[in-house]
């Protein structure tokens, strides 16, 4: 009976301990949140609408305003009013070492979701869908990839149109030369000089960029997709816990409908620097993605 | 951190193009000397040339190198690679831009060549005039007395002792000339650390393709350095600098 009344106890007792104990174990970035006070985000300069510097080069854009709801949602979960949150400048080719060695928590910028990148990062419910088309200038006459034989093509270091046109000129035999710009603004003042005919890219960031040009008028965006992209906020992979916790924040945005006030800020109304509207509505593919969010790449 | 490491990654076929990603490493390597040695035939004769033009008798000459000097080691190389390459060809006659641009063989890399060997240069002239005005002014008095003209004084007593007093500082700038073409990767040069950065982003396999430069960029400079200790061994002048290189 003594037997008895000591297991009863220590039941008791781990059942006790069970539920006095935290709802869950803190692990990866949110511990290390929780432990340094401070969200890191990751943001671009010229990822026009998503992520760029407006003229008080303040980083703001559609993926800027939905991690702002995710670290809202992080001073909520981990009762942490005074949570500070920094901004950390990114670049395509810096984005996924600065993330993996965890200078940044959360990646806010116009990144592709794509099957070989997952073997390093992992993705958020993807927020936008886009494709790769061509910039060129519009007295260039210029109108699919097929026009680029033996020209030469800005491409901007590491992205996936970069690789989605070295693909084509490969698989095709076009004999495109490429020159090799750092980053959006530089390969587009590579073809404005007349370097080089075209400058692949996703066709929603060569909107944005044309929309800031002083001339927009002199340019064309031209072709069909040459590759898939959809957009999603990047964080470290093997982290379930903060994937997730943001994939919850998104989700709750999609069905709360609140990202569609978000997306018309940002798509169908005129933004910073310029104040020009992009006007570009809620694709059928975005909609679908809003219904039955998914992170899955290409 | 969850990364993971893979060496294999230099023997996988790379995303586009023919050759593995080691084939990318090695064709960045050739760049980044090709670019580099050449950057340094302009540095070093266009260096000697203003570095003796400091310190000439001509005021008027020394007042072009200084400002030369000061111009090109005072804007930072990033800017003069932008400058080289986007700016002066719209600066030039319309059809001379035009050539630069589209014509001239390999423009981003004859440009960055320029820009290096021009920077450079400012500094190479700042090292062979410490080297110049470094021999004590009794030997050029003496040189004049026994008649000789500025060319022969220059010639004879100045430059085989100046050039030779300087090894050791002319090793560090071009050790420097190797590093500083990274930069070059702005105009879009795939050079090796550019070509590390592509790899990066192609595989994600960063720290492997980063490494990598690392070692070639040590073994580039530790040839370099090889190379100069026997040119030190064999041309310093015994008292002026120290016995290294034995």
New interface residues.
């Given amino acids: 009976m003594k037997r008895m009344m000591q297991f009863i106890i220590a039941a008791l007792a781990c059942a006790g301990l069970v539920a006095t104990a935290p709802a869950q174990e803190l692990t990866g970035t949110m511990k290390k949140i929780k432990d340094t006070g401070v969200i890191k985000i990751g943001h671009r300069d010229a990822s026009i609408p998503f992520s760029y510097l407006d003229d008080k080069q303040r980083p703001v854009g559609y993926s800027i305003d939905l991690c702002m709801k995710i670290v809202d949602a992080v001073k909520a979960e981990l009762k942490m009013p005074g949570l500070k949150f920094e901004f950390v400048p990114v670049t ?2 810096t984005r ?2 600065i993330l ?3 200078n940044i928590d959360i990646e806010c910028g116009s990144t592709t979701n794509t099957k ?2 997952q ?3 992992s993705y958020a419910y993807t927020t936008f869908y886009t494709g790769t088309k061509l910039l060129v200038k519009a007295n260039s006459g210029i109108k699919s990839y097929k026009d680029l034989k033996g020209k ?1 093509v800005a491409v901007t ?3 996936t149109n970069e ?1 989605a046109i ?2 084509l ?2 698989a095709e035999n076009l004999g495109m030369n490429f ?4 980053d959006h603004n ?1 390969s587009m ?2 073809v404005e ?3 080089a005919v075209a400058f692949p890219m996703d066709d929603i960031l060569l909107y944005g960029l044309v929309a800031n040009h002083r001339s927009p008028k002199d340019w064309a965006v031209v072709g069909d997709y040459l590759s898939p992209d959809p957009y999603g906020i990047m964080i ?4 379930p816990q903060w994937q997730a916790f943001v994939n919850k924040v998104i989700g709750g945005l999609m069905k709360s409908g609140e990202i569609r006030k978000i997306y018309a800020k940002w798509f169908l109304s005129p933004i910073p620097p310029r104040n020009i509207n992009l006007n570009l509505p809620i694709s059928s593919t975005l909609e679908q993605l809003i219904k039955n969010p998914n992170n899955e790449g290409v | 951190m969850a990364y993971n490491w893979n060496w294999g990654v230099f023997f996988q076929d790379a995303m586009f193009g023919p050759g593995t990603y080691l084939d990318w490493m090695l064709s960045g390597l050739k760049w980044t000397v090709v670019v580099s040695l050449a950057a340094w035939l302009i540095a070093f004769s266009v260096g000697s040339v203003l570095g003796v033009l400091r310190t000439t008798s001509f005021r008027f000459l020394r007042g072009v190198a200084a400002t030369y000097v000061e111009i090109f080691r005072n804007v930072p190389l990033l800017v003069q690679m932008f400058i080289w390459y986007f700016v002066v060809p719209e600066l030039m006659p319309k059809d001379v831009g035009r050539w630069m641009k589209t014509g001239m063989p390999m423009p981003e890399h004859t440009s960055a060549i320029l820009c290096l060997g021009f920077y450079t240069a400012s500094r190479v002239a700042e090292q062979v005039r410490s080297g110049i005005e470094s021999i004590s002014r009794g030997q050029t008095y003496a040189a004049y007395a026994m008649g000789l003209t500025e060319v022969q004084v220059y010639r004879h007593v100045l430059l085989p002792m100046g050039y030779r007093i300087i090894i050791p500082p002319m090793t560090s700038e071009f050790l420097s000339i190797f590093k500083n073409s990274s930069v070059a990767l702005t105009i879009g040069v795939l050079e090796l650390t550019a070509q590390s950065r592509q790899i990066t982003e192609f595989t994600f396999q960063g720290f492997e393709a980063f490494t990598l430069a690392t070692v070639l960029y040590i073994m580039i400079t530790m040839t370099v350095i090889l190379l100069m200790r026997v040119v030190e061994g064999r041309f310093r002048v015994p008292g002026f600098i120290g016995t290294g290189g034995r």
């Fill in positions: 395509s080719a996924i070492p993996t060695a965890g070989e990148r073997k390093q990062v030469t270091q590491g992205t690789r070295k693909a000129n490969d020159i090799h710009a750092k530089e003042l590579t000089t007349g370097r470290r992979r093997e982290d």
